[in-house]
Every structure is written in C-alpha cells, then in structure tokens.
C-alpha cells in the first residue's frame, strides 16, 4: 500500500512558477510509475506528465510540454512538478498518483494510489 502526499502548490501570477513535490510511503517507490494529474471546477481528471520507474522515459500532455517538467528522486521516495509560464488554464487541484504495476502511464485508469491532492490557482 503506497500512501502518497502532494504539496508546493499555491497562488501565483500567470508566467509564474510553482514547483510540486510529491511524498511516498509504504511501497517500495523504484518499482512503481509515477504520474501527475489534475482536475478543474466542473471538468474530468486529466493527464499532466508521467514518469517511468528509474525516470528514464517521461510524458506529458500537449498543454503542458515543454513548461512543465516531472522528475523523481527514488532515493528520497519523491516525485516533482516544475511548473514554469504558468497560465490561468491551469488552475486546478494537482493530484499525484502511483501507476499499476504493467500498465500504461497516461490514463487514469492505469493508477491505483492517489494522492489527496494541492490546489494550484494561476491569477490572470
């Protein structure tokens, strides 16, 4: 069982910058796939980035390449979103999660462990 905590989230000015973090416990960190998602007001859970077990392979949706960057530190059980130009779009609650063992990395249906969540709000 992976319990898994979000935090660095925030109010921040559109072209600002926030950095994400993501705590695991309870699971052996290096063997999962790890992904970060988010969910707006009245809109589904969407795919932001994912990152494979060792962090060689990274992916990521085409609203967010090339700002945002998903890195992980399996030696301190953590995994980071560095959210760079950030836009009013991107407001919403950021939730990390630990992928299924054999499944893909981008739907959320491929991930069993979820975070509670952090609210990022992007001011226009």
């Known amino acids: 069982q992976v319990q898994l905590v979000e935090s660095g989230g925030g109010l921040v000015q559109a072209g600002g910058s926030l950095r994400l973090s993501c705590a695991a416990s309870?699971?052996?960190?290096?063997?999962?796939?790890m992904g970060w998602f988010r969910q707006a007001p009245g809109k589904e859970r969407e795919f932001v980035a994912a990152?494979?077990?060792?962090?060689?392979?990274?992916y990521y949706a085409d609203s967010v390449k090339g700002r945002f960057t998903i890195s992980r530190d399996n030696g301190k059980n953590m995994m980071y979103l560095q959210m760079n130009s950030l836009k009013p779009e991107d407001t919403a609650v950021y939730y990390c999660?630990?992928?299924?063992?054999?499944?893909?990395?981008?739907?959320?249906?491929?991930?069993?462990?979820w975070g509670q969540g952090t609210q990022v709000t992007v001011s226009s």
């Open positions: 309870g699971g052996t960190f290096r063997t999962y796939g």
């Open positions: 999660a630990a992928a299924i063992p054999g499944r893909g990395l981008i739907g959320t249906n491929n991930y069993d462990y």
């Open positions: 990152i494979s077990r060792g962090g060689g392979n990274t």
